[in-house]
């Protein structure tokens, strides 16, 4: 049987996969959206919230590390169906929650399973990408998670207002279940794909081996190797200090303008202006480092120039606690998720420009632990602040973070033009 070519089949696979990063955030939202009315129906603190956040990233941490090696063992096509399965689930049992144990619990079945979306899709990108394309295609799929957190507040509140809060968690869990059907029947290797053009196959081919030349070398071959490489502790630190920035507005963003601005649950929806312009930061930032490339800078160097710029931007969020307008507040913070995005989308592409493909899942892994331990100390200082004092501290910590993170990795700077010349 004949199967029928599918031109530019590599950019459907990445619309699959910009699917499932928007699920993702949609179902990470969700609780902090609607935190207000779920703190008032479970009886919460903010130290109870706080915990619930950070049962989530405990098991997100975990499974960063885990999820690596099944990516890399299984393959993409059969993990991540089983890490978007998994957080559907959790998502719909969300729904059931009665009480901090039993959300805590659901939110850290929930962080295990999404985890794995961030470690199989660079490995995706690796297969079927070549070096010039892979900052956009990192910055597609990413765009998935600011669109599903865009889309988020509208969906989420209208979804609650109308059938309740738990009513939320069960429709967005279902729709990740659906997801499940075109993923399964779509994705294979390029090798392996019987409807991939001759054309797509030779560029996807072409792009390969001077990547894997350059970025193979001693020391990358076990993966406990990794934890002796100089880069890889460089880019752990890198997310570590400035992931906290993009889990603050996810997390407590909606808190403080409830909190502190006095909007109410409904209100709250206007924090889609915020995710809106992390969507731009996605695009843009992956579209400038490309066109950089394009100009022969380095790939890996260009990565380094646009979050130069960002370093210097995302410390605008400091002047939030100290303006009056909301509407200031809310232009203020698109313009520090804009540039954080931008940076976390050519950090992404530093990885996958400098880890050859066999290590990649697990090395993606590896550094997203930062990440994932910087939302930690993250969450319970904000818990503690927000508790005993204000926000106003937590805004003022983004002066200094992605500056410092900058310099930390300027240093990659001579390996990494290496790798990505």
Not at 247 to 255: C, G, I, L, V
Request: net charge positive.
């Amino acid at each position: 049987m004949i199967m029928t070519r599918l031109p530019h089949l590599r950019w459907m696979i990445i619309a699959l996969i910009f699917g499932a990063s928007v699920l993702n955030y949609i179902d990470r939202q969700t609780l902090s959206i609607l935190a207000p009315t779920i703190q008032k129906d479970l009886k919460l603190s903010n130290e109870d919230y706080a915990a619930v956040l950070n049962w989530f990233l405990v098991c997100y941490t975990i499974a960063s590390l885990l999820s690596g090696k099944i990516v890399d063992k299984l393959g993409v096509r059969v993990s991540l169906a089983l890490f978007v399965g998994w957080w559907s689930v959790a998502n719909i049992l969300t729904g059931f929650a009665r009480s901090a144990g039993s959300l805590g619990f659901f939110r850290g079945m929930l962080g295990l399973g999404e985890a794995g979306n961030w470690t199989a899709a660079p490995k995706a990108v690796a297969e079927w990408f070549p070096a010039k394309e892979r900052g956009l295609a990192i910055g597609l799929y990413t765009l998935g998670a600011t669109v599903g957190a865009t889309l988020a507040p509208v969906i989420v509140v209208a979804i609650a207002s109308r059938f309740g809060w738990q009513a939320a968690f069960v429709t967005t869990g279902v729709a990740g279940l659906l997801w499940l059907v075109p993923w399964w029947w779509l994705y294979r290797r390029p090798g392996e794909h019987p409807r991939i053009t001759e054309a797509e196959r030779a560029l996807i081919a072409a792009g390969q081996p001077a990547e894997t030349e350059a970025a193979g070398g001693p020391g990358w071959g076990r993966w406990w190797q990794l934890f002796a490489r100089r880069e890889v502790w460089l880019l752990i630190f890198g997310r570590m200090l400035t992931d906290p920035v993009w889990y603050f507005f996810q997390f407590w963003f909606a808190k403080y303008l409830y909190d502190g601005r006095g909007l109410d649950q409904q209100q709250l929806s206007v924090t889609w202006v915020v995710y809106l312009a992390a969507d731009i930061g996605v695009l843009g930032g992956g579209w400038l480092s490309g066109l950089l490339i394009k100009r022969d800078v380095a790939p890996a160097q260009s990565r380094l120039w646009v979050m130069l710029g960002s370093a210097f931007l995302v410390p605008l969020a400091a002047a939030i606690p100290h303006v009056g307008s909301l509407w200031l507040v809310l232009a203020i913070g698109m313009v520090a998720v804009l540039a954080h995005l931008a940076w976390l989308i050519n950090l992404s592409a530093l990885v996958v420009d400098l880890v050859p493909k066999p290590s990649l899942g697990f090395a993606f892994g590896v550094v997203a632990t930062g990440s994932s331990l910087g939302g930690l100390m993250m969450n319970k200082a904000v818990g503690a602040l927000v508790t005993e004092a204000s926000y106003a501290p937590a805004f003022h910590f983004m002066l200094l973070l992605h500056p410092l993170a900058w310099l930390l990795l300027w240093q990659l700077r001579p390996r990494a033009a290496a790798a990505g010349s």
